[in-house]
Structure formats: structure tokens, C-alpha cells
């Protein structure tokens, strides 16, 4: 007979998977195509019943739409009694299309938006597009590279911001300790770090462990279906 600590393991097991199932089918239903073939390439978004038009390239990494965004973007949208963004400053980490940055600012938010040079334009592009009449706050976009003169370009005296957003920033690439680096600086006492994560390979697994030892971290979604997580996290101390 099957005991009652394996009988309530296996569903909550079963419980998790449903979760997961229906949250998933959730985000991703958010996402559209276009009915016909276009000359550039782009997905939509559906934010409360508004198209978000994103064009993307598919030649870069960071112009390429990517699911733990709308996973951020589902967040952001269906939990604004408790993370409420209006008025709120706010910093997005490899903002890639701008996504994330729209729908924050469509939020309320005053939102930096920021990434390497080379996405620039067409982040620069979907952000106007979808933003322009349409939000409180112009969202600013701007180049900014880890670990590389963060505190010239973003000051404590004068940056100080409530959260900082990042979907996806955390991959195989040579520069996660400066990406360590600009979380440790932009974040200050009262500062919350919203960040989707898309688990590929060993070095995220590291990242995180690594990320624990200067931050508070509490997962908010777990979407295995996906291969995701969504952390909240804070400064420790």
C-alpha cells in the first residue's frame, strides 16, 4: 500500500505540474504572429488587450524575443496590486527588444532601459513604437556594458532606483561576474530585483549560487515546462 507521506508528495507533485501546465499556457497565449509573411520580422504581444509589436532580428541574440520576458511581462501585468510600478523608477538589464521595459512603462514606471550598442537601434525602435503617446514616463534607452563604468554612468547620487528588471541575462558568456558586479551596484537598500531565468546549462546553476551570497532570493513562479524561474531578490544585510 502506498504510505500517506508518498500519497501527499506525489500530489503535490501532480498539484505542481497542473500549476505549471495552465501558467505556462498562460504567458505563451500571450504571444502572436503575424497571419500573413511580413519583410521584417516580428512577434506580438498582448497586453491588456493591446498589441505589442515587436520586430526582432534574428542575426543577434538580443533582438530575438524570448520567452522568460513574457514571463516577467505576465508577472509584472497580473501582480500590480503587490509590485506596483507607477511612478516607480526603474532599470532594465539587457533589455534585448524592449519588451519588458514596455510593458513596465505602459505600468506606470520611469523606466532606464538598457543594453549593449549593438541592440540599441532596434531596441530604441520597438520601445518608441509601442510607448509613444501612450505611457506617463518616456522611457530612456542607453547603452550599458557590465562591470565596465557602471558607477560613472549610473551614480548613486543621482541614479537611485525600486526595481531593477532582467529576463534571460544569465547564459553562456564570459561576463557573469560583471554582471554580479552591476546588480551589486545598482542595487541598494530599498532596491527589488525582478529576474526571469531561463536554466540551459551548469553556469546558471552556478550564477545563482553565487547570487545568494550577496542577495536574499525568493522564487516567485517555477515554470519546469519551460525551463524558468522568476526570483524576486534583495541586498542581504
Known sequence: ???????????????????????????????????????????????????????????????VLWPSAMVLCHFLETNRDNYNLTDKNVIELGAGTGLVTI?????????????????????????????????KYIPLVTELIWGQEVEQRLPHATHSFDYILAADVVYAHPFLDELMDTFDHLCQDNTQILWAMRFRLDPE???????????????????????????RAWRKG
Open 1 to 63: 500500500m502506498e504510505s500517506s507521506q508518498a500519497k501527499a508528495t506525489k500530489d503535490t507533485k501532480e498539484e505542481g505540474a497542473a500549476v505549471d501546465a495552465e501558467l505556462s499556457k498562460a504567458i505563451m497565449a500571450r504571444c502572436f504572429h503575424p497571419s500573413l509573411i511580413a519583410a521584417e520580422a516580428w512577434e506580438g504581444y498582448m497586453f491588456n488587450d493591446q498589441q505589442i509589436r515587436i520586430k526582432e532580428s534574428t542575426d543577434l541574440y538580443g533582438a
Open 103 to 135: 510593458v513596465a512603462s505602459l505600468l506606470g514606471a520611469k523606466v532606464t532601459s538598457t543594453d549593449l550598442p549593438d541592440v540599441l537601434g532596434n531596441l530604441q525602435y520597438n520601445v518608441l513604437r509601442n510607448t509613444k503617446g501612450r505611457c
Open 205 to 231: 546553476n552556478s550564477f545563482v549560487d553565487r547570487f545568494q551570497q550577496r542577495f536574499h532570493l525568493e522564487m516567485l513562479y517555477d515554470l519546469p515546462s519551460l525551463s524558468i524561474k522568476l526570483y
